[in-house]
Structure formats: structure tokens, C-alpha cells
């Protein structure tokens, strides 16, 4: 009763903020216009969104900007729920703290490849300065990887892109990549030193599945898009098993053949996305794999944190889909085809 009772606060608190979330009533809607003026109005006038839309111009707001502001809110929403948690909930949150500076870090890297000179982190640049040692203006305004790495040096993640540079031949898409690989590594092993009971068996469940997955989907498109040998493959893959044994993962790589991958996933728990692997929604099946994950974590383990943690997850997918929303409406699609490409 007493676990129950310290968590009805921010639980409450959550089912509030979950009210502002973005129905699929409301990417019908979306789906309509024409211009980025009236999907920007739209999102200035929605109680998710009009925080951080308010100063703002929706004639004037570039589509760049535009996707910062959709970042941007969740997280102020972010802080939100930070401010409210007490301190043993904000262990959790220091997870959740962790996936959004990796985020804000390979925000960072394109920015050199691109050529960019600035990342602007808005609302979320003070508490972010205190939570961080990332220097973000710094890395955005980077004119080499060879600085980027630098101002690394008094970060967790120097020796990582220091022994990635010394290969010689490393891209963006390395550097992302193994980025990935490191937040995954990392996070699974302090899970259990940060949080306990239901909130560590949520998110051993949940992030469990999101690697497993996310290795199948990556082993898939690098033997039927890229043509990679088995010892590349390996170089990218999160080496962590949840459901998915290291004997069935290393039989993945090195098959020779799509039909041989998708008999090896069928002896697998899971068995039944192979399916959409090969008609090209895994994406989408990820995408619901997931969802229906948090929500039974959510009815399974009441007195936890995956209520927060689903909400967060919630609002990252929804910012996923307003970013395609603008590229649908900046190419001119039907209405029907922006909607089957926003809910994907």
C-alpha cells in the first residue's frame, strides 16, 4: 500500500499530461492541410504544444526549426515530471536523462557533417547545462570530428569515439551507430544500480525487447540492403541477449541467405515478426511491440515508474510522427497517404 501511495502523485500527474498528447482524431486532421502554416497554427493552438509554439511565427518557422520545437517539448515535458518526482523517482529519470543526451549528441554530429553551426536546446538548455558535461554549443560548432572528439575528452563517451576515429575510416553513420550500441551497453548494465523492484523489471522487459529487436531488424537490412559480411554485421550489433540467445543471434549472422535468417527467427520467441521483415512493415511492428509492452507493464506493475516512462515513450513516438507529418505536407501527398505514412 505504502509503494502504491508514492507513486499515485506522479501517476496522477502523468494521466494529467497524457490528456495533451496528440490523438489519431488529430493527425486526421493533420493529414489535411496543405501548407506548414496551418499544421504549425494547429500546433500553437493544441494544449501539447503551445508552450513552446507560443513564440513563434507559423508563417516564418523553418521546417529545421521546426523539428527542434517538436524536440523541445518533450523536454520541458521532461522537466516537468523531474521537478515533480521525488528523488527516488528521479533515479528512473536519470535512465530517461541519459537517452536524451545521446539523442542531443548525435543531433550534435550531424550538425558537423551538415555543416551547421548551431544547436539550439531552448527551454532545456539550463537544466541540461546542470545535468550534463556535453558542451553543446561547443560540439554543434565543431569544424572537425577531430574537435567534436576534444571536447569529448572529460565525457564517458571520448574513449568510445577515440578508438572509432583511429580506424581511419570512420562516417556519421559510425559514429551514430556505435553510439547506439554504447547507450544500450551502458544503460542495461546500470539499470539495476539506479532503480529496483517493478521499475527494474519494466525496464528490463522493455529495453530487453527493444535490443532484441532492434539487433534482428539491423541484421536483416544489413544482409538484403548492404550486402555486409558477417564480421561487419558483428561490429554493429548490441551485445546483449534478452529473449534472443547469443546462439541464435550468432546462427543471424552469419545465414547465408534471407530464407536461412527466417528460419533460424522462427525457432526464435520471436517467431512471428518474420512476416513483416520480409513485407517491410518491421518498422511498424516494432513500433507496436513496444507500445503493447508499456501498457501491459504499466496494468502489471502499478507501483513503479512506467507510467512516466510509457508517457515519455508515448510523446517521442508522437514527435516521430509529427516530423513525418511536415515532410508529408512539404511534398504535397494526398491526405490518405500522409496518414498511412504519419501512423506507420
Excluded at 553551426?117 to 572537425?144: T, W
Aim: with cysteine; hydrophobic share 40%.
Amino acid at each position: 500500500m505504502n509503494s502504491m501511495l508514492s507513486y499515485s502523485g506522479i501517476n496522477t500527474k502523468i494521466k494529467a499530461m497524457s490528456a495533451n498528447l496528440i490523438r489519431r482524431e488529430d493527425f486526421q486532421r493533420i493529414s489535411s492541410f496543405d501548407t506548414t502554416a496551418d499544421f504549425f497554427a494547429f500546433l500553437k493552438n493544441h494544449p501539447g504544444y503551445r508552450e513552446v509554439f507560443m513564440r513563434y511565427n507559423e508563417y516564418q518557422l523553418h521546417r529545421a526549426d521546426a523539428e527542434k520545437v517538436f524536440i523541445n517539448s518533450l523536454y520541458l515535458d521532461y522537466i516537468k515530471i523531474y521537478r515533480f518526482a521525488n528523488q527516488e523517482q528521479r533515479k528512473d529519470l536519470k535512465l530517461v536523462f541519459f537517452r536524451h543526451e545521446v539523442m542531443i549528441l548525435k543531433h550534435c554530429i550531424h550538425q558537423l557533417y551538415n555543416e551547421k553551426d548551431s544547436y539550439d536546446l531552448g527551454m532545456f538548455q539550463e537544466f541540461f547545462s546542470k545535468h550534463s558535461k556535453l558542451n553543446v554549443n561547443a560540439l554543434a560548432s565543431s569544424r572537425s570530428m577531430e574537435e567534436f572528439i576534444m571536447l569529448l575528452m572529460d565525457t564517458e563517451y571520448y574513449p568510445m569515439f577515440m578508438k572509432l576515429m583511429n580506424t581511419g575510416a570512420a562516417t556519421s553513420f559510425d559514429y551514430e551507430m556505435q553510439l547506439d550500441v554504447y547507450y544500450f551497453k551502458r544503460i542495461w548494465k546500470i539499470r539495476g544500480k539506479l532503480v529496483g523492484g517493478d521499475t527494474l523489471r519494466a525496464i528490463t522487459i522493455s529495453l530487453g525487447t527493444e535490443i532484441d529487436m532492434l539487433n534482428i531488424m539491423w541484421i536483416y537490412r544489413a544482409k538484403t540492403r548492404y550486402d555486409l559480411s558477417s564480421t561487419d554485421i558483428l561490429s554493429y550489433i548490441i551485445p546483449i541477449n534478452y529473449k534472443l540467445t547469443k546462439e541464435l543471434l550468432a546462427k543471424l549472422i552469419k545465414a547465408s541467405t534471407t530464407d536461412e535468417l527466417v528460419n533460424i527467427l522462427k525457432s526464435s520467441y520471436y517467431k512471428d515478426i518474420y512476416t513483416s521483415l520480409l513485407d517491410g512493415t518491421i518498422e511498424g511492428t516494432y513500433q507496436e511491440t513496444l507500445t503493447k509492452i508499456y501498457k501491459l507493464n504499466k496494468s502489471r506493475y502499478p507501483a513503479s515508474m512506467n507510467e512516466v516512462n510509457y508517457y515519455l515513450y508515448q510523446k517521442e513516438t508522437e514527435i516521430a510522427r509529427l516530423t513525418t507529418a511536415l515532410e508529408c505536407i512539404r511534398y504535397g501527398l494526398e491526405p490518405i497517404d500522409k496518414l498511412k505514412y504519419i501512423l506507420h
